[in-house]
């Protein structure tokens, strides 16, 4: 769209709290709130955006959500939800491998306090 030799470059925003939607690039995977349009012939398809992150024009995935208020837009790509982990499958606080470190460091402060002891004894 065109006005007294400006661009005017619509982006979708938010109808709740107007924040502009996110959108993923699908060459390189960077994500932004903005993708400046591509330079194009009359042919081509207008949803070409450019990716500053990659240098290079490609189409956009546009999420289905908000980043801000959590807005459901009814169209666009759905993050994978993380299932949450049970009680069994979390990893111990203490793991195996900082207790053999840290028992290993009590057996030679054990070792340097014993030869300063046998040294200094008299």
């Keep these: 769209m065109s006005v007294a ?7 979708p925003k938010c109808p709740e709290c107007g924040a502009g939607r996110h959108a993923e690039c699908t060459i390189c995977g960077s994500v932004a709130e903005f993708f400046p349009a591509a330079y194009q012939t009359d042919q081509q398809d207008e949803s070409l955006r450019f990716c500053e992150a990659c240098d290079d024009i490609g189409q956009l995935r546009y999420f289905r959500r908000c980043h801000r208020c959590n807005h459901d837009f009814g169209d666009g790509h759905e993050l994978p939800v993380p299932e949450p982990k ?12 900082e207790w053999m470190l840290l028992g290993g460091m009590l ?3 054990s070792a340097f306090f014993a030869y300063f002891y046998w040294l200094f004894r008299k």
């Design 5 to 11: 030799g400006e661009i005017i470059d619509a982006w």
């Design 86 to 97: 049970s009680a069994d499958d979390r990893e111990p606080v203490i793991t195996r491998l």
């Design 107 to 109: 057996a030679g402060m």
